[in-house]
C-alpha cells in the first residue's frame, strides 16, 4: 500500500479553511432566505380577496300573493256606424283615416231624401190653405149666429173639418222634419274622435237604414277587460290600482268595474281597468297581475337578491365588518321587483343584489356606491 504524503501541511490547512467558510456563508443565506420566505408568508391575505357588491335595503311592506289573468286591450269607444238613410253610397273614408267628431266619413246619395222634403213642404202649403180657410169660415158662421141660416150641427161640423186640417197640418210639419233629417243623415258623421278602422260598404252600393257603413274606433282612451274566476276577484274592488303587462311593458292600471256577472261556460266575470296613456295597441294580449288575497305585513327584497340553488335558497346579508352572511330564506308572496323572504332577515338589512352569484359566506365585500335599481324604502 502506498503511503500518503504530507508534503505542504499549509495548503492543506488553507483549503480546510475555505471550506469551513463557505459552509458558514451557506447556512447564513440559507437562513436569511428562509426567514424572507416566511415573512412573505405571512403577509399574504388569507382566503378570496374582497368583492365588489351592491346592496339595497330589506323593507317592511304590504304584499299578496299574486296570480295572472289573461286579458285584451279594447277601446271605451269602438262601434260600426250604420246608415240612417236608404240611397247609394257616393264616399267612404278610407281605413286608417283619423276623423274628429261630427266629421263626414260617408256620403249616400241624397236625392230622394231632398224629393222627400220638398213634397213634404208642399203638403205644408197645402194644407196651411187649407186650414185658414176653414178657420175663416167657422169665424164667418159662428159670428152671424142664428141669422145666418145654419143649423148648429152643420157649424159642429165645420168645426171638425177645421180642427182636422189644422192636425193634417201638423202631421205635414212633423214629415218635413223627418224629410230634413233623412237629408242631412246622407252625410254620416263620426260619433266621436277615432279612425276608421274597416269598410263596411263600398262606393255605389246600396245602403238601407241600418246597414253598416265603416267601423270606427277610439285610440285614444283605452281599457283592458280581462276574465277570472270570481275567487280570485274576491279581493279586487273599484279603485283598486293593479299591474299590467303586455310582455315588454308594465304599467299600473285602475280597476274601473267588476262586472257581476259570471259566463255561464267558463264561470268567469268581467274585470275592466282604465289603461293610462299607453302606446299599446287595440287587441293586444295583456296579462293582468291580481292579488288572491288581502296583502300582508312582510319583509321583503329585491328579487336580484335572491341566490337560488338546488338545494337551498338564500341572501347574503352585509355586516358592520363589511363581511357577507349567507341567509337561508323562504320566499312568500312577490308584486313587481319585491319579494318576500322568510327567515333570518329583518327589515333594514343591507342585501346583496349584484355580485352575490359567486360570494361566499364570510367573504369580506366592497360596497359599490351606486345601488343600482335596487329595493329602495
Given at each position: 500500500m502506498k503511503k500518503l504524503s504530507f508534503r505542504n501541511p499549509r495548503r492543506i490547512i488553507a483549503g480546510a479553511a475555505i471550506l469551513v467558510a463557505l459552509a458558514g456563508g451557506g447556512v447564513y443565506f440559507a437562513g436569511a432566505f428562509g426567514d424572507k420566505a416566511k415573512a412573505s408568508t405571512e403577509a399574504a391575505p388569507q382566503g378570496p380577496p374582497p368583492a365588489n357588491v351592491r346592496i339595497a335595503e330589506a323593507l317592511a311592506t304590504e304584499l299578496a300573493p299574486h296570480s295572472e289573468a289573461p286579458g285584451s286591450v279594447v277601446s271605451v269607444n269602438d262601434s260600426l256606424i250604420a246608415a240612417a238613410t236608404a240611397g247609394p253610397v257616393l264616399w267612404v273614408a278610407e281605413i286608417g283615416s283619423e276623423v274628429k267628431k261630427g266629421d263626414v266619413i260617408a256620403r249616400i246619395d241624397p236625392a230622394d231624401a231632398a224629393q222627400q222634403r220638398d213634397e213634404a213642404r208642399a203638403d205644408i202649403r197645402r194644407l196651411s190653405s187649407r186650414a185658414s180657410y176653414l178657420a175663416r169660415l167657422v169665424e164667418r158662421h159662428e159670428g152671424l149666429g142664428e141669422e145666418g141660416g145654419e143649423s148648429e150641427a152643420a157649424i159642429d161640423q165645420m168645426r171638425a173639418d177645421r180642427d182636422e186640417a189644422?192636425?193634417?197640418l201638423e202631421r205635414a210639419k212633423v214629415a218635413l222634419r223627418r224629410a230634413e233629417t233623412a237629408l242631412e243623415r246622407t252625410d254620416v258623421k263620426a260619433p266621436f274622435n277615432g279612425r276608421i278602422a274597416a269598410r263596411e260598404i263600398e262606393v255605389g252600393e246600396f245602403a238601407n237604414p241600418g246597414a253598416p257603413i265603416a267601423r270606427l274606433v277610439n285610440i285614444d282612451e283605452l281599457e283592458v277587460t280581462a276574465r277570472a274566476p270570481d275567487t280570485l276577484l274576491a279581493s279586487v274592488r273599484s279603485g283598486d290600482a293593479v299591474k299590467v303587462s303586455n310582455g315588454v311593458e308594465t304599467m299600473t292600471a285602475n280597476v274601473r268595474a267588476v262586472v257581476p256577472v259570471g259566463d255561464t261556460v267558463s264561470r268567469t266575470l268581467e274585470l275592466r281597468l282604465v289603461l293610462p296613456n299607453a302606446d299599446w295597441h287595440i287587441g293586444s294580449a295583456v296579462q293582468v297581475s291580481l292579488p288572491r288575497s288581502a296583502p300582508k305585513k312582510v319583509v321583503a327584497v329585491h328579487r336580484d337578491a335572491v341566490i337560488l340553488r338546488a338545494d337551498r335558497v338564500s341572501?347574503?346579508?352585509?355586516?358592520?365588518d363589511d363581511?357577507?352572511?349567507?341567509?337561508?330564506?323562504?320566499?312568500?308572496?312577490?308584486?313587481?321587483?319585491l319579494i318576500e323572504v322568510i327567515g333570518g332577515v329583518k327589515a333594514g338589512d343591507p342585501v346583496v343584489i349584484r355580485g352575490g352569484e359567486r360570494l361566499r359566506d364570510g367573504q369580506k365585500v366592497v360596497i359599490q356606491a351606486d345601488a343600482g335599481g335596487g329595493a329602495t324604502s
Open positions: 189644422q192636425q193634417n341572501v347574503f346579508v352585509i355586516g358592520d363581511t357577507a352572511k349567507q341567509i337561508d330564506v323562504e320566499l312568500g308572496a312577490a308584486d313587481g321587483d
